[in-house]
């Protein structure tokens, strides 16, 4: 985050470098929780996006669309940013990456508004674009945090064992591919030790 607004203080005379550099402050301050915070950086960026007056983003950049859908979901603006994330999902333009981060957030937006078919749909397709990105490497954050989406809705569905399974599968990929402060891990365990044990886990 620090390296983000050295980049923004440096590049006074690129919009764009300056814009992307408040954009990812924002995004790394939404990831600590700081969200008032993350909300004034990616006001900052519109406001570089547009030379200083008040408007939009361009909602060609889909970085800047799932920044915004994320800090919406971090206020509980859950049909915001569905709406949001259903327009990246039409985009031609967005790549693989972007897609199933997409699909993972608007599955936590349908699972805050109650459509947890729709957010299993969402949280099964992340899954799987996640495993084809994580290639031939054993671990992924990626995938971790894939199957901790769909371990929340699967929870939510009243499927607990199943819901148990995927939230030993994201706290083993996360453990292995992200920091022991890492939200999404920190989140997975919490959930974990929320669910009774099975009999098998007991033996």
């Known amino acids: 985050m620090d390296g983000f607004q050295s980049v923004a203080s440096a590049a006074s005379d690129d919009r764009l470098s300056r814009q992307r550099a408040e954009l990812d402050t924002a995004a790394a301050l939404s990831k600590l929780g700081r969200t008032q915070e993350a909300e004034r950086h990616y006001r900052t960026a519109i406001d570089i996006a547009n030379a200083g007056a008040p408007g939009q983003v361009p909602l060609s950049d889909i970085a800047n669309l799932l920044t915004r859908a994320k800090l919406d979901l971090d206020e509980q603006h859950y049909q915001a940013a569905r709406d949001t994330l259903s327009q990246v999902l039409k985009s031609p333009a967005v790549g693989s990456t972007s897609l199933s981060t997409a699909h993972r957030l608007r599955a936590i937006a349908e699972l ?63 453990s292995m591919s992200a920091g022991t402060d890492h939200p999404a891990l920190q989140q997975a365990r919490a959930l974990l030790a929320q669910l009774p044990r099975s009999e098998a886990q007991k033996d």
């Open 112 to 174: 805050g508004l109650g459509d947890l078919d729709q957010a299993l749909e969402d949280a099964q397709a992340t899954v799987g674009m996640s495993e084809k990105l994580r290639g031939d490497k054993p671990y992924s954050a990626w995938l971790g945090q894939a199957k901790l989406v769909l371990g929340q809705v699967l929870q939510a569905k009243g499927q607990n064992r199943e819901a148990q399974a995927a939230y030993f599968d994201a706290v083993a990929q996360l």
